[in-house]
């Protein structure tokens, strides 16, 4: 079982940064991932970025690509998120989660956080 526990969020400027980490409660593990959502008020839910575990691969999606970074610290079983140029549309709270199973990267995740919320003003 995996527990995981979302900081790092909070209210900042456009153009600023932040860096969200989770942290998990398991063993490290080998065949996982772990990657980030997030969902605006009156939206779905998104994937954002996913980093496999094992070998440190990362995907970032279109919209975030060359701003946010997705990155692990094994030792600590910890996954960052480091958010620069921060803008409104990128408003949100934030998951955490976690995938033992084989998948794919935007979806077969099978642990959450509680989520931590961003919100960027102009």
């Known amino acids: 079982q995996v527990q995981l526990v979302e900081s790092g969020g909070g209210l900042v400027q456009a153009g600023g940064s932040l860096r969200l980490s989770c942290v998990a409660s398991?063993?490290?593990?080998?065949?996982?991932?772990m990657g980030w959502f997030r969902q605006a008020p009156g939206k779905e839910r998104e994937f954002v970025a996913a980093i496999s575990w094992s070998s440190g691969r990362t995907y970032h999606v279109d919209s975030v690509k060359g701003r946010f970074t997705v990155s692990r610290d094994n030792a600590k079983i910890t996954m960052y998120l480091q958010m620069n140029n921060l803008k409104p549309e990128d408003t949100a709270v934030y998951y955490c989660?976690?995938?033992?199973?084989?998948?794919?990267?935007?979806?077969?995740?099978?642990?959450w956080g509680q989520g931590t919320q961003v919100t960027v003003s102009s």
């Open positions: 398991a063993r490290t593990f080998s065949r996982s991932r």
């Open positions: 989660a976690a995938g033992l199973s084989a998948g794919s990267w935007d979806r077969d995740y099978d642990y």
